[in-house]
């Protein structure tokens, strides 16, 4: 838990944290700032996380200005909302951008001048801002790549490799490489790719997402989700949890498709219960309909983080996929795994990267992405398999997360690029 402030030092550095998709208690599910921030406190640096006052990823719109999450600074820059992926999306990430350059001497005046700047991915744009106040302020930048881009607009979001938006965020993406004094990479296999592009070895950094080893669990017992749940487990059901994204990458269809497989096997005892939002949401419930999956297939809305864990620790496994793409082979670093494994909670992982961390750890079954049959042959095989069993890959991805993805351990890492 974080110390009193009585008993931390004064502040030695100064950090400001630019994250287009900021999360935290109450703002969104996605913390790496969040966590990062609290655990530099503890090391006496000083961490402001700037972000817009409106991004898909939130919660809800935030007010513009300074907001306290558990002793960690926040500012929301304002920038319009946008619906969808269009033209509203890239006029909110240039407000973000723009803003950052207009309120600077501002942001000096309330937080002081940074030490260092961060400029957090997925989208590179605003890079430019970040590296243009690194130079006014003497301070250290640093390109945080969360996401590949523009790799990810061809691959995942099938936009032509000529378009002009691939062209300029490539040129954008380049100019980031090479001009950051330090690249910070989620994707441990990424280095190759990266220095192709501009980055030098000497300056590439893999520093994954990680874990809070004192993530709260909570239990609410009036959740539809969780009352599914619990209802299932009184009827002798095996349930197999996802609890994430619902986007195109993440392959949701494959484990509805295995859920059918799983009736056409004659499997009555496992359930799946999906927990999540994104584009694909209403497509995968008409899927589910369409199948007659009703009794098999629950899906819920996205619900607090710790209620998520919550779910993930009364779950029987949990469940994991990507598309078999080949941005993927540069390695990933999913939330959704890592919380799986602090819960304990074995794992069938349908993906195909460059860094299978649940063969690694012996928490779980991998199989090949897009086969629902080897997903459902998956889940019978750990159905079948006596708990002691069971618990024990649990308690092996207990270990191996909390060995390689522990927050406080990831920003002692961090903070020598300081």
């Known amino acids: 838990m974080p110390s009193t402030p009585e008993s931390i030092p004064p502040v030695h550095k100064n950090i400001w944290y630019v994250h287009p998709y900021a999360g935290g208690p109450g703002i969104g599910r996605f913390s790496r700032a969040f966590y990062l921030a609290q655990n530099w406190r503890l090391q006496s ?22 907001k306290r999450i558990d002793d960690v600074s926040y500012h929301f820059i304002e ?17 973000f951008s723009f803003g950052l350059l207009r309120d600077a001497d501002r942001l000096v005046a309330r937080y002081g001048v940074p030490d260092a700047i961060i400029g957090s991915s997925p989208h590179p744009y605003m890079f430019l801002a970040v590296h243009r106040l690194a130079k006014r302020y003497d301070a250290i930048s640093i390109f945080e790549v969360r996401d590949l881009w523009p790799l990810s607009l061809v691959e995942l979001a099938d936009v032509s490799p000529y378009h002009p938006l691939v062209i300029g965020t490539g040129w954008v993406e380049r100019y980031a490489y090479r001009h950051a004094d ?37 239990v609410e017992p009036d959740e539809p989700a969780y009352r599914r749940l619990m209802q299932w487990h009184q009827e002798g059901m095996f349930v197999a949890l996802y609890a994430g994204a619902l986007g195109p990458p993440n392959n949701i269809d494959i484990l509805v498709r295995a859920a059918a497989e799983l009736r056409s096997r004659g499997n009555d005892r496992i359930r799946i219960l999906v927990v999540g939002r994104g584009e694909m949401q209403q497509q995968i419930a008409g899927m589910v309909s369409d199948l007659g999956l009703e009794e098999r297939v629950a899906i819920y809305p996205q619900v607090p983080k710790s209620h998520a864990i919550g779910l993930m620790q009364k779950a029987d496994v949990g469940y ?18 890592h919380d799986y494994m602090l819960a304990k909670l074995p794992i069938v992982s349908a993906m195909r990267v460059g860094n299978d961390s649940v063969t690694e750890a012996g928490c779980g079954l991998t199989v090949e992405p897009g086969d629902p049959v080897a997903v459902a042959e998956a889940f019978i095989r750990l159905a079948d398999m006596d708990r002691t069993e069971l618990r024990e890959m649990g308690e092996r991805g207990l270990t191996f997360v909390r060995r390689h993805h522990d927050y406080a351990a990831l920003a002692r890492i961090y903070a020598e690029l300081f």
């Open 182 to 218: 330090h690249v910070v990479s989620l994707h441990p296999a990424s280095r190759t790719y990266m220095c192709e592009r501009g980055a030098d070895a000497d300056r590439w950094h893999y520093i994954p997402n990680g874990v809070d080893a004192q993530e709260e669990a909570v």
């Open 320 to 337: 994991i996929s990507l598309k078999p793409k080949p941005i993927f082979m540069h390695g990933v670093s999913p939330n959704k795994l």
């Open 79 to 95: 920038a319009r909302a946008y619906p969808n992926n269009g033209l509203a999306r890239l006029l909110n990430m240039a407000d």
């Open 45 to 66: 640096i000083r961490t402001t996380i700037l972000s817009p006052t409106f991004h898909h990823l939130m919660d809800a719109p935030q007010a513009p200005g300074e």
